[in-house]
């Protein structure tokens, strides 16, 4: 399968002339992608509930913030940015008995399409545009006159109305500027949720954790052990994200690449892959899915038993201490926002 690459010339920000779009959210992608497609010429409103940072936020960004139910029985389009669990209940109350029959529905990411949070309808098409960054990434590489790869995604790929809405919206967004690849709801929603659970997330805080456990359980301090599995863990994700695999290796010691090739298998061995598979079929079934909606909606218990455990830690005192040594760590917005 050849995958379809957009760039600007195949976008017509002229689609959105006349067009009203609504941000539902303001965290740090509403943020950007409000601000983008205001810059952009594009004619923006803020559904946010008063109070709170988000609210705040847009207002010093110029925005009226309006309630959600207002923002979008005006709107063409709506961009749905909140958190992916609360889609549901959010389009269900307040978004889908305001909205007029023909517009469109857009999120970032396709948890909510893909598992039906916002189901097919009629009334409305559906559009997926997903920056490949974090919203101070997107907002950042725009106002450098650049923009982050974006993917797109349609309920059906022959439309091409849809398609040129699309793409009329991620150049407004930056995205034309780096490259809009072609995908799938699925293959969006269920890859990213693999990559967070299985590599950039879970399998990179379970490997730090017990590389740590591994090193003090035999009897190393636990000082040498922060700094060996996770404060230089930076300096490899830094190489990998700029060079790949092979100039990661290229820059390291030849003593740290030699221990890459013959540790990494047996760490990373069969019985690994198939505990991968089986994160990955538990994405695919939706059972991953009905689980996290599910705790959600009993006030995410079980979240906040998984964060007060971690907290605890051994690695995340050590950790603190440690980090208050080294002044060029602190931030003074840790969220990154």
């Known amino acids: ?29 509403g943020a950007a992608h409000a601000c983008n497609i205001r810059d952009s ?11 709170g940072r988000g609210y705040r936020q ?26 992916d669990e609360v889609h549901g209940e959010v389009f269900d109350a307040e978004i889908e008995p305001n909205i007029r029959d023909g517009v469109t529905m857009m999120t970032c990411h396709g948890f909510s399409f ?23 990434m997107v907002r950042g590489e725009y106002l450098r006159d650049g923009g982050v790869p974006c993917l797109i995604a349609l309920d059906n790929d022959d439309d091409m109305d849809a398609l040129g809405i699309g793409l009329a919206y991620a150049a407004a967004l930056g995205g034309t500027k780096a ?41 190393y301090q636990p000082e040498l052990a922060y700094f060996e599995c996770l404060h230089e863990l930076k300096i490899i994700v830094d190489l990998l994200s700029t060079g790949g695999l092979t100039e990661m290796r290229d820059a390291i010691s030849t003593t740290a690449e030699f221990g890459d090739y013959v540790a990494g298998p047996q760490i990373i ?6 505990n991968m598979q089986g994160v990955l079929d ?8 009905e689980r996290f909606v ?31 040594m080294m002044p060029w760590l602190q931030k003074d917005d840790p969220s990154g926002e």
């Open 114 to 136: 893909h598992y039906d949070l916002i189901k097919q309808s009629d009334r409305y098409k559906r559009v997926l545009v997903a920056p490949k960054g974090q919203g101070h």
């Open 282 to 289: 538990r994405i695919r079934s939706g059972e991953f899915a």
């Open 1 to 29: 399968m050849t995958t379809r690459i957009y760039y600007e010339k195949d976008a017509d920000l002229n689609l959105l002339d006349g067009k009203t779009i609504a941000i539902i959210g303001y965290g740090a992608q």
């Open 179 to 219: 490259g809009v690849i072609h995908t799938t709801i699925a293959a969006e929603t269920e890859t990213d949720l693999f990559g967070e659970q299985a590599v950039l997330c879970g399998g990179v805080s379970a490997l730090v954790q017990a590389g740590f456990d591994t090193l003090v359980n035999a009897g």
């Open 58 to 83: 847009a207002v010093a960004d110029g925005f009226v913030p309006v309630s959600i139910a207002e923002a979008v029985s005006s709107a063409d389009l709506i961009n749905v940015l909140l958190p």
């Open 269 to 274: 061995d069969e019985s690994v892959r198939s």
């Open 294 to 324: 599910g705790q959600y909606k009993q006030g995410h218990v079980e979240l906040k038993e998984y964060r007060e455990e971690n907290k605890q830690l051994q690695i995340e005192e050590v950790g603190a201490r440690l980090r208050a």
């Open 41 to 51: 010429g594009c004619t923006v409103v803020v559904g946010q509930r008063e109070g």
